[in-house]
């Protein structure tokens, strides 16, 4: 599968300033918190600052010109409080600061995966899981430490540069002058480095999902790179790839070097530049040794937060382009959307069931490429079950995917029960129509959990069962395990009884492993839990026999008479089971009738149903051909007893011997 660095960027790239400032909008309700943080931070910075202001006033007062001892034991006891209280407002800053990021993050994290959720299936086609696991962890981890501390620090550095250069122009105009000229200089080398930096920032943070998508197919589908002898290529691929962000690290941090090393020379050179001056200026008296001290110890104080600059900029470029990925994703438009008033979901329009009507659907996924559904009308008759037949990409599982709108049509419409499904909100338009796919999919969770996930939806639907506090139906625990025998017993999914802990035994990726075919009968008793007017059915019974598949068929008509199903069939025995079958050919219905009347009079059915039984050979002969395979075990067996009887005895002639 490709791998895929997930949404594209945006046309209009946003400076970094723009970007970060898009964070205001999870930043906001705890801006307070962080303004004090700020607050704290910069007083704690002036605090540090005062220390030398002390040092001038002990070193041309009581120190040097009066002698006073008491005036030196108040100057120390200043500087010893200064010192408190420094470290007591870096404490407060860490309180208000760490408390108001880890809840922007949180709230970031939130959103990301309700929009996860919300996005079409087609987004989540084309973009890997590994990007965005990365998106809503790696990057956000960077996002939330840079507002906890790269922002703050930068601010506070900065309002610390700025006091402080302001003293050593007040302390001793010349150096100052000299240390500002300086400190021009290198904000424009450093404003010149960034963008090496900033770019293979970006380049990083996709890499890196790239390398978590590498290992997440890698961990699930380990049972298809060991049984194909792949594991080799499989860790060159990742050896390489990882290669490839180590280099890109490396760049990182050579630019970083370089934006370290300009903001630590600079200023160590323009100190021992000062130095000299400053000697020579205190010679000829232009300058005091106490001002001189004080312009050093500033100095001193100063360098400080200017060598920090280069960690913070790259802490921000870092941050910018983690915020970049989020947004890509936050920004992107959904084409699926509710309307704004929502139409009141309708009864059903028969009493049979359901009806359900395509209209002239046209699906195109891209302007450059054939429509995949060309012109369909289609009227599901209610309560009963319609099979959709049609070879290997003719649009049958796009077709599908219209009824539960999990995706919408280019032109045409979708009618449940006469409503346009675009004309209903999402909730109840999945309410009403429940699907089930061959891929199941299971949760990891227990049997019960994984079986109910539809059921509360469907019973709000209904609106004849309780509702909790926020109008969602709630099913009392008698009627959800009714509904969970009842779905299990349809799905024929008896082999429950044998786990462990029944319905409670946890399932999927980190529980119990399940055959294809048990995962397949959850899937579908999930489904049928529901109870849905609508049932969508993508060939979800094909790995399991064709008893079982006619004895879930019949379970589902006794069960669920008023359903309305469409189902996909890939094998004759499905088609077999629908009381109408539909032909679809290239993306366009060329068919619809019986089994039998388009079997006399449809070439293409007759066609697809030969393919079919190519692929899916009919029970029998599977049954011949996994009694061939027993026989030969059983001949492997044999002779195997044999050679083992003939070895004792020579054995045994052997010792009498
Ligand atoms: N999201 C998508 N973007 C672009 N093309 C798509 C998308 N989904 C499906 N297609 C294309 O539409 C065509 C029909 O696919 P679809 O899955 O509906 O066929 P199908 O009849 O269900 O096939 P199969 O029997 O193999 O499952 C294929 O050519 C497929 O590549």
Not at 479 to 499: N, P, S
Not at 517 to 541: C, E, K, M
Request: glycine residues 8%.
């Amino acid at each position: 599968m490709p791998v895929s660095p997930g949404p594209k960027r945006p046309a209009a790239p946003r400076s970094t300033p723009a970007t970060m400032l898009r964070l205001l909008d999870w930043v906001r309700p705890v801006l307070p918190r962080i303004v004090m943080g700020g607050i704290t931070a910069l007083l704690a910075s002036l605090m540090a600052l005062a220390i030398p202001q002390v040092l001038r006033v002990v070193i041309e007062g009581p120190l040097l010109s009066s002698g006073s001892v008491t005036g030196l034991v108040w100057a120390t006891a200043l500087v010893l409080a200064l010192g408190l209280i420094e470290a007591f407002l870096v404490w407060c800053r860490r309180v208000f600061i760490a408390t108001a990021a880890t809840g922007a993050e949180h709230d970031m994290r939130v959103e990301l995966y309700h929009r996860l959720l919300d996005l079409p299936i087609a987004f989540h086609n084309r973009t890997s899981g590994g990007q965005l696991i990365q998106r809503s962890m790696g990057d956000l981890s960077a996002v939330r430490r840079w507002v906890a501390f790269g922002f703050v620090m930068m601010v506070v550095s900065s309002a610390t540069i700025v006091v402080g250069v302001v003293l050593m122009i007040v302390n001793a105009w010349q150096l100052g002058l000299l240390y500002l000229v300086g400190a021009i200089v290198m904000v424009v080398l450093t404003f010149r480095l960034r963008r090496s930096y900033g770019a293979a920032a970006r380049r990083a943070r996709d890499q890196a999902g790239d390398l978590a998508t590498n290992v997440e197919e890698s961990v699930q589908g380990i049972r298809v790179l060991k049984a194909f002898g792949r594991g080799e290529d499989a860790h060159e691929d990742f050896f390489s790839q990882a290669d490839e962000l180590r280099r890109t690290e490396l760049v990182k941090a050579g630019a970083q070097a370089r934006i370290t090393a300009v903001l630590t020379i600079l200023p160590e050179s323009l100190l021992a530049v000062s130095l000299g001056l400053g000697a020579y200026l205190v010679v000829h008296d232009q300058l005091t040794i106490g001002a001189l001290s004080a312009f050093f110890v500033t100095a001193a104080v100063v360098n400080r937060p200017v060598e920090m600059l280069g960690n913070l900029l790259a802490m921000t470029l870092d941050a910018r382009a983690a915020l970049d990925r989020y947004l890509d994703v936050i920004d992107l438009p959904n084409p699926l959307t509710d309307p704004a008033d929502p139409a009141r979901l309708p009864a059903p329009a028969t009493p049979e069931g359901s009806t359900v009507e395509l209209r002239d659907v046209v699906v195109q996924f891209s302007p450059d490429e054939a429509p995949v559904l060309d012109g369909v009308d289609l009227v599901l008759p209610p309560g009963r079950t319609t099979a959709l037949v049609g070879l290997t990409g003719s649009g049958k599982s796009t077709l599908l995917a219209l009824l539960p709108r999990l995706l919408d049509t280019t032109s045409g419409s979708v009618l449940l029960d006469g409503v346009d499904v675009r004309d209903l909100s999402r909730r109840d338009v999945r309410s009403i129509v429940a699907p089930a796919f061959e891929d199941s999919v299971l949760f990891s969770t227990s049997v019960r959990d994984n079986v109910l996930m539809g059921a509360a939806a469907t019973a709000r639907a209904e609106s004849t069962e309780g509702t909790d506090a926020d109008g969602a139906a709630v099913l009392t625990p008698q009627e959800e395990d009714t509904r969970l025998a009842e779905a299990l017993e349809a799905a024929q999914a008896d082999f429950v009884a044998d786990l462990e802990d029944g319905t409670d035994t946890i399932i999927g990726e980190e529980g119990l492993s399940l055959s294809g075919g048990q995962r397949q009968r959850l899937s579908l008793a999930r489904a049928i839990a529901a109870r849905p007017r609508v049932l969508v059915l993508d060939d979800p019974l094909s790995a399991v026999d064709v008893a079982t598949e006619t004895a879930a068929t019949d379970a589902l008509r006794r069960l669920l008479p008023g359903t309305t199903t469409l189902v996909v069939a890939h094998r004759p025995s499905t088609v077999a089971l629908a009381d109408h079958v539909v032909v679809l050919e290239g993306g366009r219905i060329t068919g619809a009738g019986t089994h039998t009347e388009l079997l006399a009079g449809h070439p293409h059915y007759r066609y697809v149903l030969t393919a079919m039984e190519q692929e899916h050979p009919a029970d029998e002969d599977v049954a011949d051909a996994e009694q061939a395979v027993d026989e030969v075990e059983h001949e492997i067996i044999d002779e195997a007893e044999q050679e083992a009887e003939l070895d004792a005895r020579l054995q045994d002639e052997e010792v009498a011997r």
